[in-house]
């Protein structure tokens, strides 16, 4: 009785305590979900978009990377936020919209490029917003300038700025241009120290995605493959960039080897650096370009900056088109390959081959453009793509595919079944080579006070198990079945390509390419842009007039769609503020690049006995 005496007033305060938590677990929550309300009421009965004002900027803000789509719903967007992760993005089609309506629009003015939040594409999209601000400027009959300026310009951004008609930096910011490659960690010491073998077997002698664990650093092949590769992307920046600000042959290299000395002549002062190499036109502050852009456009209705129109409002004033009886349906194939399904912005091996389906069978959708942009994955899920495609020309559609930033190994597979492959040159593709990986830490184990017993009816029962040794009969069995795909992969690419199949073993193996080395290869049909592949698929189709386009994707649940009609952006920013306010940070805002390659040496184990028949069309590059 005395022991319970003296701890009853213990109990009563971790139950005080305990009910002060939760009450205001529910009082955060209850607050979080009241903003929510409160600004998708706003987007629901708030008052209508105010006119357009004469002699407009359009203000293209761009947030994050510059995507073929945006990943999941505004619903999954929110919980982002919530969790710590920046979920922003563009996708290219609405950037292409704004553009080519702006362009006609008489109450534009002129456009000033805000890349400050703009987290860049690689090469490929690159050049297509590159080239929708050159159309914007033929098809404004070269009366509507483009302007750009920022605190700062890196590699990607200024690469867009740089075919700005003006170009302007603050007094304190920098250009900072530095090239194109990529360094990756190598695991080989640190997993014989820890006792973790990698075992990756692989076909092709450029296919290095296994590389970094069985090494401690890249081979001469992969050296050789990402120079060549790296090289020529490198080339056609500076060409690019040189061209547009009218610099001398070389201007770029010397700005960046002369960067120390000429850095320490200024005493630092890095917008003068830009400024003297010519690659800026001019130094302003905040309140200067806004003096320029009133005095280039109008005043806005406050009299206090200029009239502005930024690219989500002027994206949200344009009118849906009318439906149409006869479309070209586009189906986007963005991120990694993976079996079943996935949500959008990822390739599942079902739900993709779905979309393409769903497309097949639609009497209005002509033709089909499938917009790659895949680094590869499940060789699986890839050969679903790719037979749906194929089913789909048998039915008498069209199939053009558009190769985006990356479109290699898996990506390449789920493009052997089409019309015409168009790339577009700085896009990284091929990459035909084959994959496994089994990982085992019976070493590790052996240094631990833990064993492993059983019994099995065969040598195979219970394999792969990462904590026994790796037996060479089961590397054997594998190590054929990788041939097979190879061989497969291969034949089919020869038979798409109208080739032999010792001629793609020999630009295969596991190699990258550009687009325009593609084609060089014959690995393409030509190289172009995402509006060529469209206008390709018309024509195939014998489609009059201005193709109109559907882009064929899973229709989002009724919430998500109240979301995305009424209150996506409120939805997104009252989870940003909750996570400002209240700390709220579930999940580790960022994995870095050791925990993402890692993750690979777990999904044999997460997949059981199925990793036997699983090999990976995975290509270990990213677009620069």
Known sequence: MGLKSAL???????????????????????????????????????????????????????????????????????????????????????????????????????????????????????????????????????????????????????????????????????????????????????????????????????????????????????????????????????????????????????????????????GGDYAQLALQAKLVDGIKTRDEMRALLIERGAKDEKGQSFARVEFKDYLERLPTPPAAKAVVGVVVAQGGISDGSKAPGEIGGDSTARLIRDAREDESVKAIVLRVSSPGGSALASELIRRELELTRKAGKPVVVSMGDVAASGGYWISMSADEVIAEPGTITGSIGVFGMLPTADKLLAKLPLHVGGYGTTWLTGQPDPRRPFDPRLGQAIQAGIEHIYTEFTTRAAAARGLKPEDIDAVGQGRVWTGQQALERKLIDRVGSYADAIAAAAKRAKLEGEPQLRYIEKEPGRFAKLVDQFGGDALVAGADVARQVFGLNLIPSALTDAQRELQWLLAPQQQGSKALLRAHVHCLCTAP
Do not use: C
């Open 8 to 266: 009853a007033p213990l109990g009563r305060a971790v139950v005080r305590v305990w009910s002060w938590l939760d009450v205001s677990r529910r009082f955060a929550f209850n607050l979080l979900w009241l903003l929510v309300l409160l600004l998708l009421a706003s987007a629901l009965f708030g008052s209508g978009k105010p006119a357009l004002r004469d002699k407009s900027t359009l203000v293209l803000n761009l947030q994050g990377p510059l995507l073929e789509q945006h990943a999941g719903d505004a619903r999954g967007r929110a919980m982002a936020k919530l969790q710590g992760e920046d979920s922003e993005s563009t996708q290219l089609r609405d950037l292409l919209r704004v553009l080519e309506h702006a362009a006609k629009d008489d109450k534009v003015q002129q456009v000033l490029l805000d890349l400050s939040s703009y987290a860049g594409a690689g090469q490929a999209n690159q050049h297509e917003f590159m080239a929708a601000l050159a159309r914007f400027k033929k098809d404004s009959g070269g009366k509507k300038k483009i302007y750009a300026y920022a605190e700062g310009f890196d590699q990607r951004g200024y690469q867009i700025a740089a075919l700005a008609d003006e170009l302007y930096l603050h007094p304190m910011g920098a250009v900072l241009l530095e090239g194109f490659g990529r360094y990756r960690n190598y695991y080989k010491d640190l997993f014989e120290r820890v006792g973790v073998s990698a075992n990756v077997l692989r076909v092709g002698k450029y296919k290095n995605f296994g590389e970094p664990y069985f090494a401690n650093g890249p081979s001469e092949a992969t050296l050789e493959s990402e120079s060549y590769l790296y090289g020529a992307l490198w080339q056609r920046y500076m060409d690019g960039v040189e061209g547009a600000r009218k610099l001398d042959k070389g201007g770029i290299t010397r700005y960046i080897e002369t960067l120390p000395e000429r850095a320490k002549a200024l």
